[in-house]
């Protein structure tokens, strides 16, 4: 094992100290304007002029983002709850299974990965038409599950087909059927990488801009990625409400984040491993 020299270490703490500012400047830009009363003139001045709550009061009452985040809150959850259902399901298939075209369908599932969004665009739009899902949330958590789906197949695969058989045979043994087997013994073993995948689908629910603004044709049924591009104008932009509206997406991710980084880690390390 080398040792790290004292010129080595400082130049190491350098780096990262860096790195953390690169990455965090940003984030300190984006709440110390939404609390600035001047966040329209600050210019380049790295410190507020002051502290205000008044971005917050009219992003949330004159601009109705509280409906905006409720909009996102549900879509968001109900993406996550339905492709943790659905792609468990799946991947336990695909995994304990053995069927015609199992190594296709699992190329396949990893090929709608590579698709890019933006093609779907058209196609989904017309589809939904049909279905007569536009401007609904219903319609727009399916269009995400669909984005999520491969993803969290792929990955749940990997954890079922690490459980060893002889656990569910031995749970058969004790007289279990195959509903309680997966409820009591499968289901808490793939528990970490449920979620790993429900991290993501959270994050592409609530972050995804382009699909929400085609499909959303009532403002009232704005998910918040959109609502705050209503704080653009054409010739200005209420830089104040933007940062505040901006703080206010950022909040739920982090606060989802720090409730389940202890699993995710450990479903990441896992999945790493197997």
């Given at each position: 094992m080398t040792r790290t020299t004292p010129a080595g270490r400082v130049g190491l703490g350098i780096a990262v100290a860096a790195l953390l500012a690169f990455t965090l400047f940003p984030v300190y830009w984006m709440v110390?304007?939404?609390?600035?009363p001047e966040a329209d003139h600050r210019g380049a001045d790295v410190l507020p002029s002051g502290f205000t709550l008044d971005h917050f009061r009219y992003v949330l009452d004159t601009g109705e983002f509280g409906r905006y985040l409720t909009n996102s809150a549900i879509v968001g959850l109900g993406t996550v709850v339905l492709s943790g259902l659905l792609?468990?399901?799946?991947?336990?298939?695909?995994?304990?299974?053995?069927f015609r075209l199992r190594t296709q369908?699992?190329?396949?599932?990893?090929?709608?990965?590579?698709?890019?969004?933006?093609?779907?665009?058209?196609?989904l739009f017309l589809q939904m038409r049909d279905l007569e899902l536009l401007n609904s949330l219903l319609g727009l958590t399916v269009v995400y599950l669909a984005f999520s789906l491969p993803f969290a197949i792929w990955i749940l695969r990997g954890f079922v087909a690490a459980v060893p058989e002889e656990i569910e045979e031995a749970a058969y043994l004790d007289g279990c059927g195959w509903w309680r087997m997966f409820r009591s013994v499968l289901l808490p073993l793939v528990a970490p990488g449920?979620?790993?995948?429900?991290?993501?689908?959270?994050?592409?629910?609530?972050?995804?801009?382009?699909?929400?603004?085609?499909?959303?044709?009532?403002?009232?049924?704005?998910?918040?990625a959109v609502?705050?591009?209503r704080f653009f104008g054409e010739y200005s932009t209420d830089w104040g409400a933007v940062m505040a509206g901006s703080t206010l997406i950022t909040l739920p991710v982090l606060i989802f984040f720090v409730l389940v980084q202890r699993r995710l880690a450990g479903g990441l390390a896992a999945g790493a491993i197997r």
């Open positions: 110390s304007s939404a609390f600035d792609a468990l399901f799946a991947a336990t298939a695909v995994a304990r299974f053995r369908m699992l190329v396949m599932i990893l090929v709608v990965q590579m698709v890019p969004l933006e093609a779907l665009v058209i196609p449920l979620v790993a995948t429900g991290v993501f689908a959270f994050i592409v629910a609530w972050n995804e801009f382009v699909f929400a603004f085609v499909f959303m044709q009532d403002d009232t049924m704005y998910t918040a609502g705050l591009h």
